[in-house]
């Protein structure tokens, strides 16, 4: 009886690994992958140093898909990366430092789209 629940639990590790190894090769043969969120690039000239605030930038872009800090100040980043092996990869980001009444300082915006 001892014997035949250990078949059982062995045939279930088998068939387990069996199928994470499928769901993982089938990822592995579309050779791509997608990091970020979409934003509208295009809308990028609207930014105004000095200007735009915190808010402009939420309206145009929506929300960031990173916030984070550089020099004590905040900087909010929109990107999106698709990798893929058989073709180009097509990326985007950008990046909007603020200063610390929330209007915008500097950006950098750097896009592999033609």
């Known amino acids: 009886m001892k014997k035949l629940f250990l078949n059982r639990g062995t045939r279930a590790a088998k068939l387990s690994l069996l ?4 769901v993982l090769a089938s990822t592995q043969l579309t050779g791509c992958f997608t990091v970020g969120q979409e934003f509208s690039g295009s809308r990028v000239p609207e ?3 000095g200007q735009s605030t915190k808010q402009d930038i939420t309206e145009i872009f929506g929300r960031p898909w990173r916030t ?7 900087t909010w980043t ?5 990798y893929s092996l058989f073709g180009a990869d097509d990326t985007q ?7 610390n009444q929330g209007i915008v300082r500097s950006y950098t915006f750097s896009s592999t789209r033609k």
């Open 19 to 22: 199928l994470f190894l499928g």
């Open 47 to 49: 930014i105004k140093i």
């Open 68 to 74: 984070g800090m550089e020099d004590g100040k905040t």
């Open 78 to 82: 929109y990107g999106i990366y698709k």
């Open 93 to 99: 980001d950008l990046l909007v430092r603020f200063d």
